[in-house]
């Protein structure tokens, strides 16, 4: 069954620093998503990415964060200048026109 | 904005139905989801309903929506301990890209 991959599945950077999490979406998927999940909190939307641009996102994706689809199978997050509050679990998702959204296992991010 | 609850933790024996509760505030979420996650791993999709629907059987979940309550359940029949884990209910509004979830709920079976 096709899968989201998302690597690593746990990354430690320290305050400051940037970071790329990274996300094979299914292929011939159309639709990519970014949420993440602070420990013991809900799990919150980020970022909605479609035809190459920004279709959504949500208040917490401010000028430090980014996102890219460089080539035809990764779709990345950047974070410029990580924060202690970045600390937390980030998932990729994919959907196309017909299915609902399938998720990464997660990665999870330690800043320090 | 959009807000969606959910019990924190629901403990069940083995062969017990599971039944996890889940309200939500938006009047225009048009798709209510299921998710299950466990540990260490991703969000995985288990059922989805339309707002049209009352009710959808999918082998052992069945999921109920009351839609005057704004309010949505998970019924597990036969709950095993492969069942452990933690649901997460979201919805979406029709024109939306966004999921909105709850805060999750742990279900524990006891052998």
């Known amino acids: 069954e096709p899968e989201v991959t998302q690597t690593p599945s746990h990354q430690v950077t320290q305050m400051g620093q940037e970071v790329i999490l990274r996300c094979v979406p299914i292929s011939n998927h159309l639709y990519f998503y970014w949420y993440r999940q602070i420990l013991g909190q809900k799990v919150e939307f980020l970022v909605s990415f479609y035809n190459n641009e920004i279709s959504e996102k949500s208040e917490i994706f401010d000028d430090q964060f980014s996102v890219e689809r460089p080539d035809g199978s990764n779709f990345t997050l950047k974070i410029r200048s990580t924060k202690l509050e970045d600390s937390a679990m980030y998932f990729c998702a994919s959907r196309d026109s017909n299915t609902e959204a399938f998720f990464g296992q997660g990665t999870r991010l330690t800043v320090v | 904005g959009e807000d969606v609850e959910q019990s924190l933790f629901l403990s069940v024996r083995e062969g017990d139905s599971s039944v996890i509760n889940c309200t939500y505030t938006d009047s225009s979420s048009t798709y209510l989801y299921w998710y299950k996650q466990e540990p260490g791993a991703g969000l995985q999709l288990l059922t989805y309903?339309?707002?049209?629907?009352d009710m959808k059987q999918d082998q052992r979940l069945t999921v109920l929506l009351n839609k005057k309550d704004k309010h949505l359940s998970l019924r597990i029949a036969d709950t095993q301990t492969g069942d452990s884990a933690i649901y997460f209910c979201a919805e979406k509004e029709n024109a939306g890209n966004m999921l909105t979830f709850g805060g999750g709920t742990r279900l524990m079976v006891k052998p």
């Open positions: 309903i339309f707002s049209n629907m």
